[in-house]
């Protein structure tokens, strides 16, 4: 057995889960206005002022995850947002069909794709798939690891 | 260990702290105009008060064409601060419970048929309106205010930004069932 093999699978895991946040967020930072609409649908905000500045907030706080899970730059702290914002998502989805809403979720900046199955399952795997990262140690090819590798040789030749 | 893992929770938090915190700053400056629209409503409101009461205008006084004109926010805040015309929402009953323009009634254009006999009998041919659901996107006022001009209804005009605009724009809006659905 490749004693590697798992180091591999979860910076392939890392990569796949930074690309998905990577392009969530690019619609949404290009388009607010929608975005925000799609939040209202969810009728969960009661203050406008407080649904802008999360329609505006969200989708650079994904594209930072994004972009840090691809690089491998603080890992343990993004997947733990990560985890966060997927179980919020997916609350405000099951929230929204327990109340009979028939609304468009704003999942990817697509203002065509309504709340259903699809995107329950869709986000409850990205959900476990982003607690695995969470929970894993952090690869040898992240940034991060490198990093760290390099600083334990470092260490180790001093010594 | 305890230690250790309470030194990890804080840098868990420190660093999407830091991450929530530039992500807002990012998100406002890029879209300072959207985050600082108007907060205040150039007319006061009160839900309190009672139920508003339109005085509409007359045919004569209303603009008229086949194509309902479109109206957009200043013109709509002064259209309910007047009370010079209806605002009819075309949106689901629930969508109008969650929220809707001060006074407005609820005509879904989902219910058509059903509704519309009640709003004919209180809201006459010859008064302005103006229609409105969610958003641009929605088409729905469309779709009712050509099914009000198929009913006599000519007096109408459309506000295609819709609740969604309004809301957004900081004005104020009520709940419930109002007037409309009781």
């Known amino acids: 057995m490749n004693p590697r093999l798992p180091s591999q699978l979860i910076c392939l895991v890392r990569f796949i889960l930074g690309l998905v946040f990577l392009y ?11 975005f925000a609409e799609n ?3 969810y009728r969960i905000f009661d203050s406008p002022q407080l649904l802008k500045y999360v329609a505006v907030t969200l989708p650079w706080a994904e594209w930072f995850c994004g972009i840090f899970l691809v690089l491998g730059v603080f890992v343990r702290s993004v ?3 990560t985890t966060l914002l997927l179980f919020v998502f997916l609350v405000g989805m099951i929230s929204a069909l327990w ?3 028939e609304i468009h979720c704003g999942c990817f900046g697509s203002p065509q794709e309504t709340i259903g199955a699809v995107s329950l399952l869709r986000d409850g795997f990205f959900f476990l798939v982003s607690l695995v990262v969470l929970l894993s140690p952090v690869d040898p090819y992240s940034l991060q690891g490198f990093l760290h590798n390099r600083r334990t040789r470092l260490v180790d030749s001093s010594n | 260990m305890m230690k ?22 990012i998100g406002v400056l890029l879209n300072r105009a959207f985050v600082a629209g108007p907060q205040q409503s150039i007319f006061s409101y009160s839900n309190d008060g009672g139920k508003l009461e ?14 309902p004109a479109e109206v957009r926010l200043p013109d709509v805040r002064e259209i309910i601060a007047s009370k010079s015309m209806l605002p009819v929402d075309g949106r689901s009953e629930a969508d109008y419970e969650n929220g809707h323009l001060p006074g407005a009634y609820s005509l879904s254009v989902a219910d058509f048929d059903k509704r519309f006999p009640e709003f004919s009998a209180r809201y006459p041919k010859e008064d302005a309106y103006f229609v409105y659901c969610g958003s641009g996107q929605c088409g729905l006022s469309r779709q009712l205010a050509s099914l009000l001009q198929k009913k006599g209804y000519h007096q109408l005009k459309v506000y295609s930004a819709g609740y969604n605009d309004w809301f957004l724009s900081g004005n104020p809006v009520e709940k419930g069932k109002g007037s409309s659905l009781k």
């Open chain 2, 4 to 25: 250790s893992s309470w030194a990890g929770c804080g840098r868990i938090l420190l660093v999407n702290a830091g991450i929530v915190l530039l992500s807002t700053c």
């Open chain 1, 24 to 34: 969530a967020s690019v619609g949404k930072i290009l388009d607010p206005k929608s």
């Open chain 1, 79 to 81: 997947s733990a947002l």
């Open chain 2, 54 to 67: 339109f005085k509409p205008l007359k045919a004569s006084e209303a603009q008229s064409a086949e194509a």
């Open chain 1, 99 to 101: 109340r009979g809403l």
């Open chain 1, 39 to 41: 939040l209202i649908a």
